[in-house]
Structure formats: C-alpha cells, structure tokens
C-alpha cells in the first residue's frame, strides 16, 4: 500500500474501516457538543475520501458570507482535525452556549472567537479519546486556532483549508445537524499514514491480514 501523497491507494474495505473511526469520533463529539449548547446535534453522515477538496462545498455557507473555521494538529504528527461553520452558525452555537438571544444577521466577535476556542477544543478532544483507546495511542492534540474567512470563491481557499485542496490527503467528513435541522457544520479528520495503518491492523483489512484471509481460502 502506497503512503505518498501524490499515491494514495484504500480500497473499499479499508475505507469503510476509516469511515467506522470517524462515526465513533463523531459521535463522541456531537454528545460533547451537545452538552455545551443544549440542544440535539446529531450525525448526518461520515465519508471517507482521498481526492483534493476540489471545491468549498454549499454546506459550508452561501458566497459573499463568511466561514469560520477551528484547527486542532495533533501531537508533532501531519494529523489534524477541522471543525467548519458558516459564521450563523458558529455566531448560533456560541449564543447557546452563552444563554443569549440570537441575531442571525450578526458577525462574529471575538467573544464569538473564544467560544469557538474552546468549543473545538472539547469537541475534538471528545472526538479522539475513544479513537486513542481503540488504537492504542496516544492522540494529543495541541491548542486550536480559529480562522473566520469571506467565502468569495468556491474555488479559492482559505489559507487554513489549502492543504485539504492542495494535497491528496485521506480525510473523514462527518456533517452535523440540529434536530430541526437548522443548521449544518462538519467535522473533517485527517489522520496521518501511520494512524490510517494502525486502523485497518485492528479491522484487520490491512494488506497482510487480506493476503493471509485470501490464503486461507486458496485465493
């Protein structure tokens, strides 16, 4: 199996296995999101892809609004965790996290900035324990960043996303919603080759477990 980044090689069985990791992460950090804003976030779906972003996806907010953007690496390894809102969103979550009305036509503040801070914060590492528990590492992450940016074009990204649509990197989209479905926001997981490995070992669907299973049988 190929790890280059230009050479990336997952066949459907080891995508599924990124997919599981993912909804498990997922899950864990929509209850944590859950929790800190009192209302219902649920998973809409997880994906696994290892195409370049070709473009800003709908979802993440209409042209000419903003996005806003939280970025966690972990550890001193190329895995990374992004949350992404459309700026309503993240101006919602962060009025029902404080108790407050909510003006939907507001910007962002940098009140907004630091509960978006720490909200990441508590998601992503809610996201990571169960899948350091299940691989046997240790998946620290380091302090987060906020990034708010104008979408102006699909096509040109903010400086915080550009490796996603620069790189062919393996990433684990999970989108959220809300039980009235008012909203939308995603998680995108970035593991590294070694943590993607680590995973199809305990699924057994890396390349030497398929070979030996393929054995078995005569094939």
């Known amino acids: 199996m190929s790890t280059e980044t230009n050479e990336i090689e997952i066949d459907e069985l080891q995508m599924d296995a990124l997919r599981e990791l993912g909804n498990v992460g997922a899950s864990h950090a929509s209850t944590a999101l859950t929790e800190l804003v009192k209302t219902d976030i649920l998973i809409d779906v997880t994906e696994c892809r290892v195409l370049p972003m070709d473009s800003l996806p709908n979802r993440f907010g209409e042209l000419g609004t903003h996005l806003a953007t939280v970025k966690i690496e972990i550890g001193d390894s190329k895995s990374c965790l992004y949350m992404i809102f459309p700026e309503k969103i993240a ?18 503040t940098e009140e907004d900035h630091e509960v978006m801070v720490e909200m990441g914060d508590i998601c992503i590492r809610r996201y990571l324990i169960p899948l350091s528990k299940f691989l046997s590492i240790d998946l620290i992450p380091n302090s987060p960043t ?39 926001g995603a998680i995108i997981y970035v593991p590294d080759p070694k943590t ?24």
């Not at 990433?171 to 939308?184: A, G, L, M, P």
């Open 146 to 184: 906020v990034s708010v940016d104008k979408l102006e074009d699909r096509l040109k990204f903010p400086e915080v996303l550009k490796h996603l649509h620069e790189s062919k990197v393996v990433r684990i989209e999970t989108n959220y919603v809300d039980s009235n479905q008012k909203f939308q």
């Open 91 to 108: 101006t919602y979550l962060s009025d029902l996290l404080l108790g407050r009305p909510h003006d939907p036509n507001r910007a962002m």
């Open 196 to 219: 993607q490995n680590l995973t199809f070992k305990r699924f057994g669907v890396d390349s030497e477990s398929q070979m030996a299973t393929f054995s078995k049988f005569g094939l």
